[in-house]
């Protein structure tokens, strides 16, 4: 397996999404995951305001409060997309190990209810970030991840 060197700490790490991450064009980042929590860390800590800020919004869009998703809504939403990513329209092996993230993003006015929800990947939530659902889809097929339309074949997307 080909490695590559984080640009930020110097370690060479296997060259793949899961240590680097994707860039918009679908490449890897030149820092790792590890790099990249750091400095978000940093971030978040230094940025207090503009977390309180967001964390408004999305309680707002929440209707006031913010909730977590038990293991019933991930049981629903995988037997709902047939026991696949919403995403990458692979296979989740149990509801358990997908993570509930939101068709439209609460960041782009999405709402926090069952419709606007999705089970995914963990890999695939980290990389659909502030996307639709349907502007995840075309950046896969964009950069090359993606070679056919299982979304369709799964009803999982329009």
């Not at 490449?27 to 590890?34: A, E, I, K, P, V």
């Not at 400095?39 to 919004?57: L, M, T």
Request: net charge positive.
């Amino acid at each position: 397996m080909l490695s590559k060197k984080c640009t930020r700490c110097g370690e060479a790490k296997p060259a793949t999404r899961e240590y680097f991450g994707s860039t918009p064009s679908g490449g890897l980042r030149g820092y790792c995951r590890s790099c990249m929590n750091k400095a978000s860390s940093e971030y978040e800590a230094n940025n207090k305001d503009g977390r309180r800020e967001r964390d408004a919004k999305r309680a707002k869009a929440a209707g006031g409060m913010r909730r977590s998703f038990d293991l019933a809504t991930k049981r629903n939403l995988f037997e709902k997309q047939n026991g696949h990513c919403a995403c990458c329209f692979q296979p989740i092996d149990r509801p358990e190990s997908g993570e509930i993230d939101h068709v439209v993003p609460l960041e782009r006015n999405g709402r926090d209810e069952k419709s606007n929800l999705l089970l995914a990947h963990a890999q695939c939530n980290k990389e659909k970030h502030n996307k639709t659902l349907t502007e995840h889809w075309e950046w896969r097929v964009r950069v090359g991840l993606d070679t056919e339309n299982l979304g369709r074949k799964y009803g999982l997307i329009p």
